[in-house]
């Protein structure tokens, strides 16, 4: 279970992870930014989504994670109910590194439908983040 906070009227929401729809405030019923940390347990249940996923995993340590991680808090917000981020420490989460393969971090990892269709490694500008991802926010 996750609270995000609706940039619109600044209501916390409770949001668990939903397989079908998105998250919208309880109040003033806007689209939520749905940016949400994942562990071993949640995971499946996280990714299962009606929209892509984003996966960034990601180090505390880790200075281009620290530079990226704003842009995609943004990118979660701009694109509201067409797009979910799924945050994984990998030191936290060593097994689900392992599954990714995440030789090098930060590893963006896009899902759609559960299915892999691309893997951003690095930290990219705000730019061409944007371009990469376009198919998927469309």
Do not use: Y
């Not at 729809?21 to 019923?29: H, L, M, N």
């Not at 996923?53 to 530079?67: E, F, T, Y």
């Not at 990226?68 to 994984?88: F, M, N, Q, S, T």
């Amino acid at each position: 279970m996750s609270i995000l906070a609706c940039p619109s009227c600044g209501a916390r929401n409770r949001v668990g992870p939903i397989e079908r729809g998105t998250p919208q405030c309880a109040r003033c019923k806007t689209m939520l930014p749905w940016l949400v940390e994942a562990d071993s347990e949640t995971f499946a249940a996280e990714v299962t989504s009606s929209v892509p996923v984003v996966v960034d995993l990601w180090a505390p340590w880790c200075g281009p994670c620290r530079m990226i991680a704003p842009v995609l808090e943004d990118l979660a917000g701009r694109h509201a109910g067409k797009v979910k981020v799924v945050k994984v420490n990998v030191d936290d989460e060593p097994a689900l590194a392992a599954r990714f393969d995440a030789r090098s971090i930060p590893l963006l990892v896009v899902l759609d439908g559960g299915r892999e269709i691309d893997r951003i490694v690095g930290a990219l500008p705000r730019p061409a983040l944007e371009s990469r991802l376009a198919p998927v926010l469309t």
